[in-house]
């Protein structure tokens, strides 16, 4: 069983810059993939990045590649997103995911096992 926190999350302008962390219960962490995804109402989740369980591999969905930056600390059980140039069009509700072990570096939301409770990120023109 994992239990993962976001935090970090708020109002910003655009251009401004926000990191949000999630952290996990337990001592799997390190063996899965860890994703984050965003969620606007209405809409479903889509893919942001992903980090390999040992942070030797990233994917970042096209939109947010160059300012978004995705790493992880085994040590303290937490993977980071660093987000830069913060756009209107990033306002959701940001989720991290641990991948099931078989999966890979996945962009399938039906491919994580565990998620969290999400954290709202809203970014003001």
């Known amino acids: 069983q994992m239990t993962l926190k976001e935090s970090g999350g708020g109002l910003v302008q655009a251009g401004d810059s926000l990191t949000l962390s999630c952290a996990a219960s337990?001592?799997?962490?390190?063996?899965?993939?860890m994703g984050w995804f965003r969620q606007v109402s209405g809409k479903e989740r889509e893919f942001v990045s992903i980090?390999?369980?040992?942070?030797?591999?990233?994917i970042y969905e096209d939109s947010v590649k160059g300012r978004f930056t995705i790493n992880r600390d085994n040590a303290k059980n937490t993977v980071y997103l660093q987000m830069n140039s913060l756009k209107p069009e990033d306002t959701a509700v940001y989720y991290c995911?641990?991948?099931?072990?078989?999966?890979?570096?996945?962009?399938?939301?039906?491919?994580?096992?565990?998620w969290g409770q999400g954290t709202q990120v809203t970014v003001s023109s």
């Open positions: 995911g641990a991948a099931a072990p078989h999966a890979g570096l996945t962009r399938y939301s039906k491919d994580y096992d565990y």
């Open positions: 337990g001592r799997s962490f390190r063996f899965h993939a």
């Open positions: 980090i390999s369980f040992n942070g030797d591999s990233t």
